[in-house]
């Protein structure tokens, strides 16, 4: 897939899939949703929203249940997967409030028919919320245990023809080891889909990173911390580490 060609200033992609993690919601807390910080990424997407970009939005529900975790506990997993789901469709109502308080119309889609709560999943309809310039936020993974919010956001990406999928993080970009923990650890500006799987980089899961290179689907992974950085770099500024062949 080709750079779009852009004015400066001008935003580089026209349709976006935003996956961030469901722990980026709970703030300093440890568990939970965090109203401020919910408020707070919301603004960040209703500026990108109102410089005319679609957005798809994916959100894991890792900061109410983690379906991975509960298995270890000694739960049945599919069972625990489907915890999950559920999680991340709570994750999405309360992104969907607080854009709405905005002024930014959205549609939660669920992957599991739950039609007093949101929409069922279907595809030429999500499609027209976006050409309405609504927000979709996509929940409930794709419907099937065994699979992560990141391949859901992928598929979701692909299926929608979004042009690039940015990933925010609490780092400012992909490194060859954790930041957090050891200051000498090197940031990469792009990297390949193979090098990111051979070397464990740990961007998304190797089925999200795979179907993203057979796509040829650029991968960007940035701050989420920072204030404005979406924007930003949706407009080619700022620092973060892009993922392409």
Known sequence: MSEPETSPGAPQ?????????????????GYGLHPPTVERIAREIKEVHDLGVEICMVIGGGNIFRGLQGSAQGMERTTADYMGMLATVMN?????????SLGVFTRVISAIPMDQVCEPYIRRRAVRHLEKGRVCIFAAGTGNPYFTTDTAATLRANEMHCEVIFKGTQVDG??????????DAKRYDTVSYDEVLQKNLKVMDA????????????????????EGGLAGILRGEGTYTKVVN
């Open 92 to 100: 999405a109502l309360a992104m969907q409030s607080a854009l709405e």
């Open 207 to 226: 089925s999200a990173i795979a179907l993203a290179r057979d796509n040829n689907l650029p991968i960007v992974v940035f701050s989420l911390e920072r």
């Open 13 to 29: 992609y026209k349709r976006v899939m935003l996956k961030i993690s469901g722990e980026a919601l709970m703030g300093d807390q």
């Open 174 to 183: 992909i490194y060859d080891k954790d930041p957090k923990t050891n200051p």
